[in-house]
């Protein structure tokens, strides 16, 4: 007859598993290297002595940043040889998410593409003492850095992002409202309708990983980006739909081609108009689209 105690090991892994799921995608942007990340995290896990762990949270932790830090600068080279732009893998995440503010700026488009211009370990410090407050003394055990060091790489990274980041945090309400003009002038084709909503400065990146087709690199400009729009849309004759959707715990839209998953526009928005338009068409970004990933800073 099997035990029916639960492994500690097992146990305490599962009880963190969202949590270091969330650690390693906004460090990677990647689902699928964040899922990878964590099954190299449990074959370590199950080789420690938990009589010696004095907390189980903090060593997971410092596990799951060691790997997708090794991850992370492998991506490096990846992100070289791919073709276009790179952007993040969108998640539909559940509701509450859009509910945390804190959490939901931390995993929009728009900060992860920032983060994108930040090094490994910049990345890693930052995430790590922005998103899920962790200590400077943990955080320096899982870089393998001083503290001293941390704190510097910390000052540092923070205002590489703060200066690239949206000015004012804008709400869910503002961004979806902001969105539903957007989603009638690209339903409708109305040109004039896309350049009201469009911010002057725009800057439209599109992915399709060289398998879809999408802008080499990115557009700027409304009048380029409204054209580039309605010229994408108009050239087919298939049955083109929207909607609604919420990824990376943002308002975002869902295109599909003959009822077939297309793409993922996400936006980020400044002033009531649209500064930043993220097209996500590469196939294998979007499998985390048709259900939902549970994530969490706690």
């Known amino acids: 007859m099997s035990d029916p105690t639960p492994d500690p ?27 990878d990340v964590l099954q190299e995290t449990w074959l370590r896990w199950v080789k420690v002595d938990l009589a010696e762990v004095r907390d189980q949270r903090a060593y997971l932790v410092r596990i799951t940043t060691r790997q ?22 969108p998640l539909l995440t559940t509701p509450d998410v859009a509910e945390d503010a804190e959490l939901a700026e931390s995993m929009s488009m728009a900060l992860m593409l920032v983060l994108e211009t930040l090094s490994p370990t910049e990345r890693a ?67 004039q309708g896309l350049l009201d909503v469009l911010a002057p400065e ?23 980006v409204a054209r580039y729009i309605i010229g994408g849309t108009g050239r087919t004759k298939s049955t083109i739909t929207t909607h609604h959707t919420v990824v990376n715990g943002n308002p975002a839209l869902v295109m599909r081609v003959d009822g077939e998953l ?16 993220y097209y996500v ?18």
């Open 9 to 35: 090991a097992t146990e305490a892994f599962v009880r963190h598993r969202n949590l270091l799921f969330t650690v390693a995608y906004e460090m990677l942007g990647s689902a699928v290297d964040a899922e």
């Open 68 to 89: 997708a830090l090794n991850r992370l600068r492998t991506m490096t080279r990846r992100k070289e040889a791919y073709v276009g732009p790179w952007l993040p893998e």
């Open 125 to 191: 410090v930052f995430v790590l003492r922005e998103a899920f407050d962790v200590s400077y003394e943990e955080i320096a055990e899982a870089v393998g850095k001083s503290p001293a060091a941390v704190r510097q790489i910390a000052y540092r990274a923070r205002r590489h992002v703060d200066a690239r980041r949206p000015r004012e945090t804008v709400s869910a309400s503002e961004t979806r409202a902001v969105l539903e003009s957007f989603q009638r002038a690209l339903d409708t084709g109305d040109l």
């Open 202 to 224: 725009i800057v439209l990146v599109g992915d399709g990983g060289g398998v879809k087709q999408a802008a080499l690199r990115p557009i700027n400009g409304a009048d380029k």
């Open 262 to 277: 297309d793409g993922v526009m996400a936006i980020r928005v400044e002033d009531a108009r649209i500064t930043g338009l």
């Open 281 to 298: 068409r590469n196939p294998e970004k979007l499998t985390r689209i048709e259900s939902e990933t549970p994530i969490t800073l706690h």
